[in-house]
């Protein structure tokens, strides 16, 4: 069943503009009126209808916030190559689709990013200091041990002979950047104002909750919520995965519309 026919088509827009390299970024809108706006970024070979993605989408409407769901380049309806460790790319396809916001005098408030999304979205918070709020939901947050994890620690001899690696994923360049960024030293910049959550599921066998427990120790201004029993796709623990991430935006939501002293 599509998860996303649940969803009212009359609140939904599909939207695409360009990324810095000219390629065609689609997404979907969820436009409640608000000017406020929070971006959801899909993980690894993902795209925006991941049901992660979809829910708290969903919820969001429900509490009168608008979300847009983002195709990364080369995933879903977007244009450009799949590449397994393009987290630079897809930061700046996170930049493109902030700047395309505010343009349309929008203003997006937080950027949310599951699995890989969420290390997508944990760089982008380094380099770019605009988003006042961010939620990394079960990222690696150490690109080695992380890439390592789920492909192999073989993984530079997969993309050169496996077949059954996917073609257009065999971009050494790419995964050698999420092999060789250290994240110890990246996280430093991340603003001070910045709040961060991280949500985490302890049966998670894909990403140690242990990466999270490490992150929350690097990050100032940061809130760690483990969720018991939860795997890394939220699959029997959706609706926990949801309400710990509601409140959070919520809360900083009302801060923003409240007036100042």
Request: hydrophobic share 35%; with cysteine.
């Amino acid at each position: 069943m599509d998860i996303t026919a649940n969803l009212s088509a009359a609140t939904q827009q599909k939207l695409s503009f360009p990324n810095k390299h000219g390629e065609k970024l689609v997404g979907i809108l969820h436009d409640t009126g608000s000017p406020y706006l929070v971006i959801l970024c899909h993980g690894c070979r993902s795209s925006k209808n991941d049901k992660i993605l979809v829910s708290i989408a969903a919820a969001l409407e429900k509490e009168g916030i608008s979300a847009f769901r983002l195709d990364f380049s080369g995933n879903g309806e977007s244009e450009g190559d799949l590449q397994l460790g393009s987290y630079s790319k897809e930061v700046e396809d996170i930049r493109s689709a902030v700047e395309y916001f505010t343009g349309s005098k929008r203003s997006p408030i937080a950027v949310l990013g599951h699995s890989k999304g969420g290390d997508a979205v944990i760089l982008y918070a380094c380099k770019y200091h605009d988003l006042p709020a961010m939620v990394n939901l079960s990222s690696p947050c150490f690109l080695k041990s992380g890439m390592e994890e789920v492909f192999g620690k073989d993984i530079g001899d997969k993309l050169k002979k496996d077949a059954s690696v996917d073609a257009k994923s065999k971009t050494e360049e790419s995964v050698a950047e999420g092999l060789n960024t250290d994240m110890s030293d990246t996280l430093v910049p991340i603003d001070a104002n910045c709040r961060v959550l991280t949500v985490h599921g302890d049966a998670d066998d894909v990403i140690p909750v242990e990466r999270a427990k490490e992150f929350a120790k690097m990050v100032r201004n940061h809130q760690l919520i483990i969720i018991p029993g939860a795997n890394h796709g939220y699959t029997s623990q959706h609706e926990e995965m949801v309400a710990a991430v509601l409140p959070f935006l919520k809360e900083y939501m009302s801060c923003e519309e409240s007036p100042s002293n």
